[in-house]
């Protein structure tokens, strides 16, 4: 009698076990992911962390500037699954609505001046005269191309807002016109020049700067895109970048930095792409990594999308 009871438990609990493995969802394949520079170290990251859950994913990333990202599936027919940019309002311009539906915004970041204590007047330079001291012939500069980055276009923007708020005319044209020899693709190009003295200063995100470990200067929120009280004084700041199409020009305007993220329609592995982001865009996963990275979460956010989201990932935003 015992035997048997003993027996059936047991077949009970295996079959029990059997039923929540197939339960669980299978989750394999390649997942393509295109992300802005600045989300290299946190991307890495979250990806090591998902593989531990679902080993059997194998994650294919590619770094670019944000604008980069997105013209590699508008302009190079790219298989991709998840696009992640620096600058929400490139997936609003450049993708929506014929590559994708939606766009999450997630995180924010700020403008800084990122430098080395080998760099000239590093003793001495602050909020009140940086500019001053970018602007002397014997120092040199570097920031990332505006056409290919958003923290490219952001750098023009913080040296508009910068001529204004410093009541300094004329220092925006001065800041763009020099130096333009180290100009690179993307804010991660930057690094290198810094860490082998080849510029004194570089335009960077504060997160990427706290990924490296690198001294930086804090800039007046005025001018560091970082509050959304000033929206209104950054709206006065405006780049004008390459578009879609050869000639067609897009004029991006000055806004708080927050970035977004997107599955495309043709994604080719959909099903990990909606588990790798609700894993990412979870407060206690993967925006546990984002903030260790100098990237706080701005979720939830209003999202004049907000119908067109999968209904695992509405929770992470408002309507």
């Known amino acids: 009698m015992k035997s048997s009871i003993f027996i059936t438990l047991f077949v009970l609990i295996t079959s029990f076990g059997i039923f929540a493995q197939q339960s669980q969802p299978k989750l394999s394949g390649n997942l393509i992911v295109f992300h802005a520079g600045s989300l290299s170290v946190p991307m890495k990251e979250l990806a090591a962390a998902f593989k531990k859950l679902y080993p059997d994913v194998n994650f294919l990333m590619e770094s670019a500037g944000s604008v980069d990202c997105a013209r590699k599936v508008t302009d190079l027919n790219k298989p991709c699954d ?22 999450i915004r997630f995180v924010a970041n700020e403008m800084c001046l990122v430098y080395t204590p080998k760099a000239k007047y590093a003793n001495e330079i602050n909020r009140n005269n940086w500019f001053d001291i970018l602007l002397r012939k014997d120092v040199t500069f570097s920031r990332s191309d505006p056409n290919a980055d958003p923290c490219g276009y952001r750098s023009v923007m913080t040296m508009q807002l910068a001529e204004k708020f410093y009541k300094q005319p004329g220092l925006a044209n001065r800041l ?16 290198p020049l810094l860490e082998t003295n080849s510029v004194d200063y570089i335009f960077l995100y504060k997160s990427v700067a706290v990924q490296h470990k690198l001294k930086y200067l804090e800039l007046p929120p005025e001018i560091n895109l ?64 984002m903030e ?24 992470f935003a408002d309507r």
Do not use: H
């Not at 067609?248 to 990990?272: D, H, Q, R």
């Open 82 to 103: 998840i696009v992640a940019s620096a600058d929400y309002t490139v997936i609003d311009k450049m993708l929506i609505p014929q590559y994708c539906d939606w766009n």
């Open 176 to 191: 763009t016109d020099k130096d333009n020899n180290f100009i690179r693709p993307k804010e991660v190009d930057l690094i």
């Open 226 to 289: 970082r509050d959304p009280a000033l929206s209104g004084f950054y709206n006065s700041a405006v780049v004008s970048i390459n578009g879609k199409e050869p000639g067609l020009k897009v004029n991006m305007k000055g806004e708080p930095m927050i970035y977004g993220i997107t599955i495309l329609k043709n994604a080719p592995n959909k099903p990990v792409a909606l588990a790798f982001l609700e894993f990412l865009l979870s407060k206690d996963k993967g925006m546990k990594i």
């Open 292 to 315: 260790k990275n100098g990237q706080p979460s701005v979720i939830p956010q209003k999202n004049p999308r907000f119908e067109k989201l999968p209904e695992s990932l509405k929770p």
